[in-house]
Each structure stands twice: as structure tokens, then as C-alpha cells.
């Protein structure tokens, strides 16, 4: 079963959704009339990953999170997934009809909440962390998906070549999960002057109660 989830969370992976999220800013400029869109996905997803990487250095760096609440950043693997992957199932069927494209998107929170359950069966975040991350998510994809509702991004058949990317990317990074978490280490270290970052370990060990 651990396998199944390995494989899982993988989908949820920055570095297989940080290109993702590129690729989709991409095809939106590219599109008739959705340069605007693509700005805005741009803006969006980018402060996503911005406030997911700052909650994380906040607490490797300097040990703020909740040890009430067992939190000690966003799930970024929740946060993403719950980006991309609404508004890329979103994007795919541009010619359907207005319900169609919002089951399509339903279809993709759905996998994106699966990824964050996969988080909680490998034990690498609590349920504060990936909540969190899936309402930050949500608000961007949401958010997004209300701009741009009616958006028709690009021609008929456009819509191949970034699903083909997509694919390409997965099988490229297959098994091979992004060193961000070890470099956000580095990088929370050297800002707050430590030898070695804050963790969670120590942040329940230094709490006068046991998180609830």
C-alpha cells in the first residue's frame, strides 16, 4: 500500500507541477484572447508557491508554526495539486459545454484532495497542513475558474500538445521526487543563522502539551 501512495503523491510533486503550471501559462498566451488569463494564472499560482515556500522557511528558519495544531507550513504537494489540477482538466475540454468543463475541474480537486490524503498515509503532514494547503490551492484555482469561466483558450485540437507535454514530463520525473523540501533546509538555515533547521521533532518536543 505504501507503494501505491508513493507513486500517488507523486503526481502532487513540484517538480512535476511547478512545469506543469508553466506550460499551462503558456498555452494560455498563446491563445486567441486569453493573454489576460495567462497573467493572471501566472500571478495566481506564483503567490501560491510563494506563501507555501514562506510558511516553510518561517518555520525551518525560525520554528513558527502550531504545535497545538501540529502545523509547520502548507502541504505543498496539496497546495499545487489543488492549483493545476482543476483548471488543467479545465483547460482540456475547451469545446465542451460550460458543465462539462466544470465536471472536468470537479474531476481534478477530487484528485487533487486524493494526493493530499496520499500526504496523510506517508505520514509526512498532519491534517492542519494539508487543509491548509488545500484551501490555499482552492482560492487559486477557484478564483482562477471564476475570471475566466467562458474562457475558450485555444482551437479545436490545440489542447494535444499540452497533454502530450504533460505525460512527457510525468514519465521524464517518474520516481524522481524534486529536492525542494532539502533545499528550503539549506536555505532556512543560512537565513536564521542555524546549524541545522527547526523541525517538527522539536517543535513537539518544546510544546508544554500535546498537539491536538
Request: contains cysteine; charged residues 10%.
Amino acid at each position: 500500500m505504501h507503494s501505491f501512495w508513493q507513486a500517488f503523491t507523486s503526481l502532487g510533486d513540484s517538480g512535476f507541477l511547478l512545469p506543469v503550471g508553466l506550460l499551462m501559462a503558456l498555452w494560455l498566451f498563446l491563445g486567441k484572447g486569453s493573454r489576460t488569463a495567462a497573467l493572471h494564472w501566472v500571478l495566481m499560482f506564483g503567490a501560491c508557491g510563494l506563501i507555501v515556500m514562506l510558511s516553510k522557511l518561517a518555520f525551518m528558519g525560525w520554528g513558527i508554526g502550531s504545535a497545538k495544531f501540529n502545523f509547520t507550513g502548507f502541504s505543498g504537494h496539496t497546495a499545487l495539486s489543488t492549483s493545476v489540477w482543476p483548471v488543467l482538466l479545465w483547460m482540456a475540454v475547451p469545446h465542451m459545454t460550460q458543465r462539462r468543463r466544470l465536471i472536468a475541474a470537479a474531476l481534478g480537486w477530487c484528485l487533487a484532495i486524493s494526493i493530499g490524503i496520499s500526504r496523510l498515509a506517508l505520514e509526512v503532514h498532519s491534517n492542519s497542513e494539508v487543509i491548509a494547503g488545500a484551501a490555499l490551492g482552492t482560492i487559486v484555482s477557484a478564483g482562477f475558474l471564476w475570471c475566466h469561466s467562458r474562457l475558450v483558450s485555444l482551437p479545436r485540437g490545440r489542447q494535444w500538445p499540452l497533454i502530450a507535454m504533460v505525460l512527457l514530463i510525468a514519465l521524464l520525473l517518474q520516481g524522481r521526487p524534486a529536492p525542494t523540501q532539502d533545499a528550503l533546509e539549506v536555505i532556512a538555515a543560512k537565513l536564521a543563522n542555524r546549524e541545522r533547521p527547526y523541525t517538527r521533532h522539536d517543535m513537539l518536543a518544546n510544546s508544554p502539551a500535546s498537539p491536538g
